[in-house]
T-cell receptor
Framework: DGGITQSPKYLFRKEGQNVTLSCEQNLNHDAMYWYRQDPGQGLRLIYYSQIVNDFQKGDIAEGYSVSREKKESFPLTVTSAQKNPTAFYLC?????????????FGPGTRLTVT | AQRVTQPEKLLSVFKGAPVELKCNYSYSGSPELFWYVQYSRQRLQLLLRHISRESIKGFTADLNKGETSFHLKKPFAQEEDSAMYYCALGGSQGNLIFGKGTKLSVKP
């Protein structure tokens, strides 16, 4: 374990507030990903970044924003425009040495918006 | 369309029984398929990949291109196999496309 950290583990916010979820990795991985995990829905890709200062929208990017100013960090902001933000959020990174699809996951952040 | 289907939300078996978790995919091209597992209170982690043709923790999975399937099998289930299992497909943009997952419960 270790290598990818997400903080905090649990996060509570009031509706209408933006909130930023942290994801840090010390694995020297170029690619990083954000997924949303809902019961019965599996994992759905929000945003991903293949390299610093570049990122791409995933399948459910609406209401979210990201930045990638440093290789180690890929924070996700859940904006007030996200209609159903309560979910479990997973960050992942990928080693260039292990093929394009083997991803390493963080422990996750459970966000509750009331 | 690139899609992964796991038809069973929950699979419950007794210890020592065989287990098969089903996965079907839709992909035009040569697919790369994976099984990820999430044990209780642990991180999601890679279990196995089809190109390695490996057996991990007694689990195997064979890619059947004719049936577009990648079912996960184990001949004798153990209680510690209880977990959430996700089938995943390597997408055309270097991303992973996950199925909705199957919760495996192995009863004593």
């Amino acid at each position: 374990d270790g290598g990818i950290t997400q903080s905090p583990k649990y996060l509570f916010r009031k509706e209408g507030q933006n909130v930023t979820l942290s994801c840090e990795q010390n694995l020297n991985h170029d690619a990083m990903y954000w997924y949303r995990q809902d019961p019965g829905q599996g994992l759905r890709l929000i945003y991903y970044s293949q390299i610093v200062n570049d990122f791409q929208k995933g399948d459910i990017a609406e209401g979210y924003s990201v930045s990638r100013e440093k290789k180690e960090s890929f924070p996700l902001t859940v904006t007030s425009a996200q209609k159903n933000p309560t979910a479990f959020y997973l960050c992942a990174s990928r080693s260039p040495d292990r093929g394009p699809y083997e991803q390493y996951f963080g422990p996750g952040t459970r966000l509750t918006v009331t | 369309a690139q899609r992964v289907t796991q038809p069973e939300k929950l699979l419950s078996v007794f210890k020592g029984a065989p287990v098969e978790l089903k996965c079907n995919y839709s992909y035009s091209g040569s697919p790369e398929l994976f099984w990820y597992v999430q044990y209780s209170r642990q991180r999601l982690q890679l279990l196995l990949r089809h190109i390695s043709r490996e057996s991990i923790k007694g689990f195997t999975a064979d890619l059947n291109k004719g049936e577009t399937s990648f079912h996960l099998k184990k001949p004798f289930a153990q209680e510690e196999d209880s977990a959430m299992y996700y089938c995943a497909l390597g997408g055309s943009q270097g991303n992973l496309i996950f199925g909705k997952g199957t919760k495996l419960s192995v009863k004593p």
